[in-house]
Nanobody, 113 residues
């Protein structure tokens, strides 16, 4: 079993920064990849960033150059800079491990002046 718990969301002004955390209940070193998704109201959930256990990262075009995914021990981070109103969404941590999908409960990010 694996539990994922996100934290770090909140209200921020455009141009501001937030760092999201995803704490896993066990070591993630053997997990192939950890991902951050987001879902805005009325929109489908979209993949934002991926980090593999080899440290390879990929990003959605909409966040490239502004967001950085990283990991340390059992936690995955998403550093979000130069935030825009269109980044407003619930952000979820996700992984596919031993043929099962695991999601966190999500953390709300609101970018507004």
């Amino acid at each position: 079993q694996l539990q994922l718990v996100e934290s770090g969301g909140g209200l921020v002004q455009p141009g501001g920064s937030l760092r999201l955390s995803c704490a896993a209940s066990r070591s993630i070193s053997s997990i192939n990849a950890m991902e951050w998704y987001r879902q805005a109201p009325g929109k489908e959930r979209e993949l934002v960033a991926v980090i593999t256990n080899a440290g390879i990262t990929t990003y959605a075009d909409s966040v490239k150059g502004r967001f950085t995914i990283s990991n340390a021990k059992n936690t995955v981070y998403l550093q979000m800079n130069s935030l825009k109103p269109e980044d407003t969404a619930v952000y979820y941590c996700h992984t596919n491990w031993i043929f099962r999908h695991y999601w966190g409960q999500g953390t709300q990010v609101t970018v507004s002046s």
